[in-house]
């Protein structure tokens, strides 16, 4: 129906503009030829005149009166009948049907070149299959989407999303396919539309705080950390709330809370469930880090050079290496991109092999590199700094302002 009003209102247009091509040829050009042979008439009349007028005073002529009403009379003469003006300027219409062939052909030439109308066909196609493609995300089958059939299912979704703004399970559909395709801002922005539509939701509530973490700004941690907590509050069995509040202590350091959030989620599970033996190795890392946290730490504080920029999504990997710059890190830590300058604390906590742990360095030296595309591996284009050596336990300053 959109496409169907789209080629009318076209049409309208290419019409105006045949009317616009075709209507002063009939209407303006008598009017035009009849306004130019009056003033060309006044013109002659008013010269006359003058030249009459100079001729009385020099004693050339004695008859001005009579000489003045023949002059007038000659301009009466001149100015042809109606009827014959209008039959001298008709145009024939098979002569016009040349220029509003070319008008319309070309303008309909123009819009299939340049206008994009495959994208448009596309697009009327896409909106069409929403409920194929979202019975296809739904159901069991073993074959996952492919990235095209995600982007035409959030094409579609947000299609029908400007026609019904007020579907907030809708736009929790469309956050929960923006967490997927790890697209953060559309995943937060559609997460807000659906928590300012039904606030009290709590699967809008984790859906939301799980975009406010990845977000990685830490006042929208923060307000996602009170949004699962309120959840738990009233469904304290929430697991998928349970496990977010502990994937957020452990980020945070806070142990203990990762501790008590994850041995209350085993103690939900039914017995002999799977998930309980990753619930046990996740408690068993955190007592680790914990006690690991008690010894020497690497402090550095990371800044930005002036060319510099930050990109809208990637992450901020900081190692800790042996003093002689082996590449192979002792220890890392990964963290989403804030705003610089930034204290990082490394611990063994952190140490890539338990084996050897970074408090077993007298001296380390840290690289942080800022990755755009979260891929750990270094890439042409990464920006990066590294500090001099330092004895273990020190802290050090690191300007990141070379490149790859």
């Given at each position: 129906?959109?496409?169907?009003?789209f080629?009318?209102?076209?049409?309208?247009?290419?019409?105006?503009?045949?009317?616009?091509?075709?209507?002063?040829?009939?209407r303006?050009?008598?009017?035009?030829?009849?306004?130019?042979?009056d003033?060309?008439?006044?013109?002659?009349?008013?010269?006359?005149?003058?030249?009459?007028?100079?001729?009385?005073?020099?004693?050339?002529?004695?008859?001005?009166?009579?000489?003045?009403?023949?002059?007038?009379?000659?301009?009466?003469?001149?100015?042809?009948e109606?009827?014959?003006?209008?039959?001298?300027?008709?145009?024939?219409?098979?002569?016009?049907?040349?220029?509003?062939?070319?008008?319309?052909?070309?303008?309909?030439?123009?819009?299939?070149?340049?206008?994009?109308?495959?994208?448009?066909?596309?697009?009327?196609?896409?909106?069409?299959?929403?409920?194929?493609?979202?019975?296809?995300?739904?159901?069991d089958?073993?074959?996952?989407?492919?990235?095209?059939?995600?982007?035409?299912?959030?094409?579609?979704?947000?299609t029908?999303?400007?026609?019904?703004?007020?579907?907030?399970?809708?736009?929790?559909?469309?956050g929960?396919?923006?967490?997927?395709?790890?697209?953060?801002?559309?995943?937060?922005?559609?997460?807000?539309?659906?928590?300012?539509?039904?606030?009290?939701?709590?699967?809008?509530?984790?859906g939301?705080?799980?975009?406010?973490?990845?977000?990685?700004?830490?006042?929208n941690?923060?307000?996602?950390?009170?949004?699962?907590?309120?959840?738990?509050?009233?469904?304290?069995?929430?697991?998928?709330?349970?496990?977010?509040?502990?994937?957020?202590?452990?980020?945070?350091?806070?142990?203990?809370?990762?501790?008590?959030?994850?041995?209350?989620?085993?103690?939900?599970?039914?017995?002999?469930?799977?998930?309980?033996?990753?619930?046990?190795?996740?408690?068993?890392?955190?007592?680790?880090?914990?006690?690991?946290?008690?010894g020497?730490?690497?402090?550095?504080?990371?800044?930005?050079?002036?060319?510099?920029?930050?990109?809208?999504?990637?992450?901020l990997?900081?190692?800790?290496?042996?003093?002689?710059?082996?590449?192979?890190?002792?220890?890392?830590?990964?963290?989403?991109?804030?705003?610089?300058?930034?204290?990082?604390?490394?611990?063994?906590?952190?140490?890539?092999?338990?084996?050897?742990?970074?408090?077993?360095?007298?001296?380390?030296?840290?690289?942080?590199?800022?990755?755009?595309?979260?891929?750990?591996?270094?890439k042409?284009?990464?920006?990066?700094?590294?500090?001099?050596?330092?004895?273990?336990?020190?802290?050090?300053?690191?300007?990141?302002?070379?490149?790859?």
């Open positions: 129906m959109t496409e169907l009003w080629w009318l209102i076209t049409a309208l247009m290419v019409l105006v503009s045949v009317a616009i091509f075709v209507v002063p040829i009939y303006g050009k008598d009017q035009d030829e009849a306004a130019s042979r003033e060309l008439n006044k013109a002659f009349f008013r010269d006359r005149m003058d030249e009459l007028n100079e001729e009385v005073d020099e004693g050339l002529v004695d008859n001005q009166g009579e000489l003045a009403v023949e002059l007038q009379q000659s301009l009466l003469d001149d100015v042809p109606k009827n014959q003006v209008q039959t001298q300027s008709t145009v024939a219409p098979w002569m016009l049907l040349p220029g509003v062939l070319i008008l319309v052909i070309l303008s309909y030439a123009l819009y299939l070149t340049t206008g994009n109308q495959q994208k448009v066909v596309h697009w009327q196609e896409t909106a069409a299959k929403l409920p194929e493609l979202s019975s296809r995300l739904m159901s089958s073993q074959e996952p989407m492919t990235d095209q059939e995600m982007a035409d299912l959030t094409l579609a979704l947000r029908k999303l400007s026609q019904t703004p007020d579907d907030a399970m809708g736009w929790l559909l469309l929960r396919i923006g967490l997927a395709n790890r697209d953060i801002q559309t995943a937060e922005g559609a997460m807000s539309r659906a928590y300012r539509l039904m606030p009290e939701d709590s699967d809008v509530k984790l939301y705080a799980q975009s406010l973490m990845l977000s990685g700004d830490e006042t941690v923060n307000k996602a950390r009170d949004m699962l907590r309120e959840v738990v509050k009233v469904d304290h069995g929430n697991l998928q709330a349970l496990s977010l509040l502990a994937f957020e202590a452990f980020e945070r350091g806070a142990f203990d809370e990762a501790i008590a959030a994850w041995s209350t989620m085993k103690q939900l599970l039914p017995a002999n469930d799977p998930r309980a033996m990753m619930l046990d190795r996740s408690i068993e890392r955190a007592e680790a880090q914990a006690g690991a946290g008690n020497q730490s690497v402090s550095v504080t990371i800044s930005l050079g002036d060319e510099v920029g930050v990109p809208n999504e990637g992450v990997i900081v190692s800790v290496h042996s003093a002689d710059g082996a590449p192979m890190p002792v220890a890392a830590k990964r963290l989403p991109l804030t705003n610089f300058p930034v204290n990082v604390e490394l611990t063994d906590a952190d140490s890539m092999i338990p084996e050897r742990l970074m408090s077993s360095l007298p001296d380390v030296l840290v690289k942080a590199r800022i990755d755009s595309d979260g891929n750990v591996m270094t042409d284009g990464d920006w990066y700094g590294q500090s001099q050596p330092f004895a273990l336990g020190e802290s050090s300053q690191i300007v990141i302002n070379q490149q790859n």
